[in-house]
């Protein structure tokens, strides 16, 4: 049996006309034989709530004034404040301009700069209009949406929040402010872990990395999951990172960014692109220190000048952006056009920019030079 009852018995408000109830007035006319007056209740300073089968509340809602028609068992109400609850605790509270009472209150209905903060989590919800449904755990704010917590802040087109799995469904126009790390994102489509602090985008998605007021990195992936407390964010899919210092492209399907130490991994093949100096890395997997400046290359490890077209290729390199050195180790093969040589050894050294690579052997084999007829 559903419990829907006013904790300010209206009714009998009515009737002794105390409690803040209206005088009744006089009905009007009616122009034709035709024309019906709905009955309705009107009353201030209410109080009323929803209770479950166990007596324990479902939501608690106070207002300055209210409108109620028994026919349609359905109340609105004005500039209203309440609390939402779960298992008998407040998990919630809520507070609105207007809000509406249906199904016997298994629906509430907040419009107008609805603030709703959830006590569990620090988390405030924002939005022109918020539908409770205490049956189905489920809180859905529609229009101009934010979800703030301290460090962190989503805007979007609208939101469901779970409350039981604390979780929330962000879909529309989405974009992300994080001051600790300093992000900013933009996507389509987010499901926010809120209790594990965990954000997960399975769509095309920007971010931004800044220091102070500058953007340091900008990066597209197809998808995304970060852990906020441990600053490392997962990149999925057609991967592309530019980072600003130092100047190089990185493309790949799959990196793990730890913001905190500034380090890109990837365990797939990966590209390095560095326009200003016009080499080109690649490698079966890597790592770039965004800080140290350097990049470590490994599994089938290849660099290119595209001025000149010398080659460098090893198991293993070690870029030295700044600096431009490069150290290739493990089955070196180096290549120029002019003149048109190769050596292979076990160790490389020096610059692709200007031929200056040397290379060495360890004791057991010898460097084997072919010089390439023209």
Known sequence: MKIYRYISVILTIAMLGI??????KKPQPSPTPTTTIEPKLELDNLSFEQV???GKPLWKVRAKRGVYT???????VTNLDGE???????????????????QEGEKVILRGDVVTKETRNNLILIGQEVEWLPKADLLIIRDRVQANQPKFQ???????????????????????????????????HLLWQVKDRTVIGDRSTQIQRYQGNQITAKVTANSF????????????????????????????????????????TADRPLTIFHQQQAVTFNANAGELDLKASTATLTGNARGVSTRNQAKLGADRLFWQIASQQIVGTGNVV??????????????????????????????????????IPQ
């Not at 939402?84 to 809000?99: C, E, P, V």
């Not at 906020?228 to 990149?235: G, K």
């Not at 490389?348 to 084997?368: M, T």
């Open 19 to 24: 409690g803040g109830c209206r005088s009744p």
């Open 52 to 54: 479950d089968k166990q």
């Open 70 to 76: 028994p026919d349609r068992k359905r109340a609105k």
């Open 84 to 102: 939402l609850y779960q298992d008998g605790k407040i998990i919630m509270r809520i507070a609105a301009k207007t809000g509406e009472v249906q």
């Open 154 to 188: 989503v805007n979007a087109n609208e939101g469901k929040y779970l409350t039981r799995k604390q979780q929330m469904d962000l879909s529309g126009k989405i974009t992300v402010l994080s001051s600790d790390p300093q992000l900013a994102m933009q996507t389509e």
């Open 225 to 264: 999951s970060t852990a906020l407390d441990r600053q490392i964010i997962n990149l999925q899919g057609k991967v592309q990172l530019n980072a600003v210092n130092p100047l190089i492209q990185v493309n790949g399907e799959s990196f793990i960014w730890n913001l905190e130490r500034e380090i890109v």
């Open 334 to 371: 180096y290549q120029q056009i002019s003149p048109l040589i190769k050596f292979t050894g076990t160790r490389g050294v020096g610059k692709l920019q200007d031929q200056s690579i040397v290379v060495s052997s360890d004791s057991k084999q010898r460097v084997q030079t072919e010089f």
